[in-house]
């Protein structure tokens, strides 16, 4: 298998948790990424140390606290393919946080290097940037649960749905330059679901001189590494794909370059 691709655990540890990416495991700097399932009536009760956290509660419903405050039966969702924007929260680094399950709950642990520059604070739905981006069989939903206009010192994250035979990520583009105002280097995580849960994604990662280029049959629960280079998504027929992003870099923002070949695809009509 890929070193690319990273496998969830069939059973979850005493915290909940499946899947687990720290910049160690990853080799890069900025970007961890981790999922928990807890049980109904589970707690999970951690510390950021020197990361700011996001906890994207995938499905569930769930009380959460942080530096202090708490929001209690907070998520509305049950499955990401509702397409309900999801409630999240965000925790500075040097803080604690805590998690109790009300039902079934899924989570997603984004982190990245914390600042101290902004409190705790729930994102709920209607705080949730939605667009459909792309037409034809590049359209896809968007959901932005943390963007570069809403305050974090380093976290991008961001889920988006790509329907049944479409592509996303697409045209292929790449985000691996510290080049502003062309092109900002973030690394990037993809986690990915699929709808039914037996089918799977195609992601393919590739650089300009081609010494990386791996195409990657990407199952439900898996996760992508994507240290550099381009990384289109495509969704087989009868099947929906999402997946949630975590990008960081060494500066919070988003400016991505298409690969040239299929730069004509932006100002043309495909069905």
Request: glycine share 8%; net charge negative; aromatic share 8%.
């Amino acid at each position: 298998m890929s070193k690319l691709i990273v496998t969830p655990e069939q059973t979850p540890g005493s915290d909940g948790s499946v899947l687990s990416i720290t910049p160690e495991s990853a080799g890069w700097e900025y970007v961890g990424f981790e999922v928990l399932k807890l049980q109904k009536g589970q707690t999970v009760h951690r510390e950021t140390e020197d990361k700011e956290v996001c906890l994207v509660l995938l499905s569930g419903l769930a009380n959460v606290s942080a530096a202090g405050q708490e929001w209690r039966e907070i998520g509305r969702r049950m499955s990401v393919f509702e397409k309900i924007p999801p409630y999240s929260v965000y925790v500075p680094n040097g803080q604690p946080y805590g998690i109790e399950a009300l039902t079934e709950l899924e989570v997603a642990v984004c982190s990245a290097p914390g600042l101290g520059n902004h409190e705790a604070r729930l994102i709920t739905p209607d705080q949730v940037g939605t667009e459909v981006r792309g037409s034809g069989s590049m359209e896809r939903l968007v959901q932005n649960i943390l963007p570069e206009q809403e305050p974090a010192d380093s976290l991008l994250v961001v889920e988006v749905f790509t329907p049944s035979g479409h592509w996303s990520s697409y045209p292929p583009h790449k985000h691996d330059r510290d080049n502003l105002p062309d092109e900002s280097l973030l690394e990037e995580t993809y986690y990915f679901r699929t709808e039914p849960e037996q089918g799977y994604a195609i992601q393919r990662v590739y650089t300009d001189d081609r010494e990386l280029d791996e195409t990657l049959v990407v199952k439900n629960g898996e996760a992508v590494l994507v240290p550099r280079g381009y990384h289109p998504v495509a969704a087989p027929p009868g099947y929906e794909v999402y997946y949630l992003n975590v990008m960081a870099g060494p500066r919070r923002i988003w400016k991505f370059y298409n690969d040239p070949d299929h730069q004509w695809i932006m100002n043309t009509t495909i069905k």
